[in-house]
């Protein structure tokens, strides 16, 4: 049985058993009590069994993986109190990704490929609005016009604000207010870096599986711009997700997962997702375990995650709360009850007592029944604690065996320019038509503006007659009056 060493007790170690790390888990905790260290400590140790893992780093402290940690008094003395006799400073291989691309290696996907779910999402649409979205792209679909990039998007809306009153037909009455809203909210997208996220080459998801030297790669995504777009940040941990649990074949259960995910700042995903969307994830939490994923939420506290979603994470490590408010004490009391009560600890009493690098564990046995929760120290990371720094960051980059695959943009024939063909295609064959429809269309033409003429001439003699007869009258009384 293969384990990976969390801390240390009076007791004993505490480790989590590899073959249950795929019951995914949950990291809590106020903040500075050491969420980031625990994570760093589960990545490294994910790393050595050459489990790949795949993490936001959204304050940027997590690049300190891929540069090796220095010993001091401190690490030595909880190395030792733990009782870990093969602690030694050591780099885990890392590969940095970013969304716009500047910080690491740029992380594409398709319109089409994130869906009119998640997109609706993203764009913060209404019912009514996400309605009309999904007819987009299911005639997009049905006419063969490829969603790669904003400007697909874009050039699709447009076409059904022309074409509306056909498509009415066909979908129902469609709104232009709704068109309009939609094309709004992909203005504003754009401007915030979605035009760089959207387009090919697309993420392939099987490059976060990658080991190197019998190493799982430790796959960090730049998050310290992109946590600050909440929206963005969630639906793409959301997508790909969904990606990893369409793509990966079944491999029912395994002495090590195949690939473990964590999601920081987990709390900003359930604060605005609609139900819908909700519901969507805790299926995919439920049935990712089988395909070998492990999910691992980290957030303040327990009770940001919806008990539907809470209920299915088996490994727990709660760091210390805080109980200054009627709110604070209530959280306190929901984390103490997520544990497998401890006769010999008072789990409420002690999340308000632990120190920076203390936490209340309780994981899951080779049953799969939660273990008693333990007071425990955490162990040190063997990677520096902190960023690194820009020039480790830059050689990290340059030396991704991945640039080559996703350096250059690619912008093939799709939507954008197949609607354009069509629009040059409609205007030739207007100017193209037969010399008889023509001439009818000149005749037409013709008696509208000889009926124009006709009207203004009228018109014209109407007004001269009437002044006419008033200056007649004016003379004939100046007349009389002489």
Not at 41 to 58: I, M, N
Not at 109 to 120: F, H, I, K, R
Not at 317 to 326: F, G, I, K, N, S
Not at 459 to 473: D, Y
Request: overall charge neutral; glycine content about 8%.
């Amino acid at each position: 049985m293969q384990q990976l060493l969390i801390g240390g007790t009076e007791q004993g170690r505490i480790a989590l058993n590899g073959a249950m790390a795929n019951r995914h888990g949950l990291i809590a905790g106020a903040t500075g009590t050491g969420k980031t260290v625990t994570l760093q400590v589960l990545a490294e140790g994910f790393s050595r069994l050459g489990v790949p893992v795949f993490t936001a780093d959204v304050k940027g402290d997590l690049s300190g993986i891929a540069v090796a940690g220095k010993s001091n008094d401190k690490i030595q003395e909880r190395v030792q109190r733990i009782g870990i006799t093969d602690w030694a400073a050591e780099a885990c291989p890392a590969r940095l990704w970013d969304l716009y691309g500047r910080t690491g290696q740029a992380v594409r996907t398709t319109v089409a490929d994130m869906g009119p779910a998640l997109l609706s999402n993203l764009l913060e649409l209404n019912e009514v609005q996400s309605g009309v979205l999904h007819i987009a792209f299911d005639y997009a679909e049905s006419e063969d016009l490829p969603l790669l990039d904003l400007k697909d998007m874009e050039s699709l809306l447009n076409w059904m604000v022309e074409q509306r009153k056909p498509l009415s037909e066909r979908y129902g009455t469609l709104s232009s207010q709704s068109l309009g809203a939609i094309l709004r909210r992909l203005l504003v997208l754009k401007n915030q870096g979605g035009d760089v996220f959207f387009g090919e080459p697309a993420l392939d998801i099987m490059d976060l599986i990658q080991q190197q030297n019998g190493q799982g790669v430790v796959n960090l995504l730049d998050g310290r711009e992109l946590i600050l777009r909440p929206r963005l940040y969630t639906t793409f941990l959301l997508w790909l997700l969904a990606e990893l649990f369409e793509r990966l074949p079944e491999r029912g259960d395994q002495p090590l997962p195949l690939l473990v995910f964590f999601f920081d700042e987990a709390h900003l995903l359930f604060d605005s997702a609609p139900k819908a969307l909700l519901e969507k994830l805790e299926q995919t939490v439920r049935l990712i375990r089988s395909k070998g994923v492990g999910i691992y939420f980290v957030t303040q506290s327990p009770s940001d995650i919806p008990d539907s979603v809470l209920g299915q994470l088996g490994n727990r490590v709660q760091h210390a709360l805080r109980a200054y408010t009627p709110k604070d004490q209530k959280a306190v009391k929901v984390a103490a009850q997520t544990f497998r009560a401890n006769p010999d600890l008072d789990t409420a009493r002690v999340i308000t007592e632990l120190g920076v690098g203390e936490a209340l564990v309780s994981v899951l046995d080779d049953q799969g029944i939660p273990t008693p929760v333990e007071r425990t120290l955490v162990a040190p990371p063997r990677s520096r604690i902190g960023p690194a720094d820009e020039e480790a960051l830059a050689q990290l980059k340059a030396a991704s065996p991945l640039a080559a695959k996703y350096d250059q943009t690619e912008d093939r024939d799709s939507a954008h320019e197949r609607l354009q063909a069509r629009r040059q295609r409609q205007k030739e064959a207007e100017q193209a038509k037969p010399e008889p429809e023509k001439k009818a269309s000149m005749k037409r033409t013709s008696r509208r503006q000889s009926a124009g003429e006709a009207f203004t001439k009228s018109l014209l003699r109407t007004l001269a007659t009437q002044l006419g007869r008033v200056l007649v009258r004016v003379l004939e009384r100046f007349l009389k009056r002489r």
